[in-house]
């Protein structure tokens, strides 16, 4: 039998409802929610019921995700008595990933994230960019078209859609490249230049507060945006490089599939991640969950 792994989402996906449901079904995520409004209160508010304006902003979005993340991985563990063999996180995805592995506690993964947000949210507004998906070109013809224009290619999610981080002027340009070779360019709901340069600032302040911390290496596999391979004991420093590194994740899904696994969930909010993996490897059995139907789904189906 193949091994399990849980997929934590990243941002570009968040809506109101954040993880409602999944904080109902389990007393663990219901604390954990608990423990965020009483560190930052209006969070359950903003997960509940926050526009999409408030929710686009980076500040708000990172620990709202996070937790919806956390929550619904939490109430799938609990509903079906399966824990994952290995873990993977998108971005921000990651601080999730490593808090249920027990590098840190959920609830230090909260302030974690929180922090991690508000100096993103520093750099971009110092920084401005943002971020856009090309669809139908390869991955080394796109950073290709990147370098004619000044963008990065930052995350690298399947055979065929390559994410790109630069300024408005950047992606315009490269919009126009990426139609003349026959792509397409679609802007994504961040708030800023994410894993590229514009980032280094964040990354080094993130490194010290990480540091603070202490994580130690997680309970189960890890694999990082970075590397593409399971973590070590380096989880400050390798939390602090993948906010201005590229995200590596269609390499990460084969390694994982390399390494026996075949039963992929993503835990958060929406089906973006799922959706690549079944790209990735068609013949994997892919799961997700978000809310009560998705949760009740998916706890038959992973046993």
């Known amino acids: ?94 601080l999730a990933a490593l808090a249920f592995a027990g590098s840190y506690t959920p609830e230090d993964g909260f302030r974690l994230v929180c922090e991690r947000g508000r100096v993103m949210a520093a750099a971009a507004k110092a920084h401005p960019a943002s971020m856009a998906a090309v ?10 078209l990147c370098g004619q224009c000044g963008a990065y290619a930052v995350n690298f999610n399947s055979a065929e859609q390559t994410v790109a981080s630069g300024s408005a002027e950047a992606l315009e340009q490269l919009r126009a490249l990426v139609r003349e070779a026959g792509g397409r360019l679609v802007p994504l709901a961040v708030g800023g230049g994410f894993h590229s340069p514009f980032m280094t600032e964040a990354s080094a302040e993130f490194g010290e507060i990480a540091a603070r911390f202490a994580p130690k290496a997680p309970e189960l596999p890890v694999y990082a945006n970075e590397t593409a391979l399971p973590y070590g004991d380096a989880v400050a420093s390798g939390l602090a490089r993948q906010i201005s590194h590229p995200v590596l994740w269609e390499r990460t899904i084969l390694n994982m599939a390399r390494d026996g696994f075949t039963t992929f969930v993503e835990t958060g909010v929406g089906t973006t991640l799922a959706k690549l993996v079944s790209r990735i490897l068609p013949d994997a059995k892919v799961l997700s969950v978000e809310d009560a139907a998705s949760l009740e789904r998916a706890a038959k189906e992973i046993v």
């Open 1 to 94: 039998m193949g091994k399990i792994a849980f997929l934590f989402s990243g941002q570009g996906a968040q809506k109101a409802g954040l993880g409602m449901d999944c904080r109902a079904a389990c007393p663990r995520a219901r604390a954990l929610f608990d423990y965020a409004e009483s560190v930052r209160p209006g969070t359950l508010r903003l997960c509940a019921e926050g526009t999409p304006a408030e929710l686009a902003q980076t500040e708000n979005t990172q620990p709202a995700v996070y937790l919806a993340d956390v929550a619904a991985a939490m109430a799938l563990s609990d509903a079906s008595g399966v824990r994952p063999d290995g873990v993977a996180g998108f971005s921000l995805g990651e």
């Open 135 to 144: 669809l139908k070109l390869p991955a080394q013809q796109v950073s290709a």
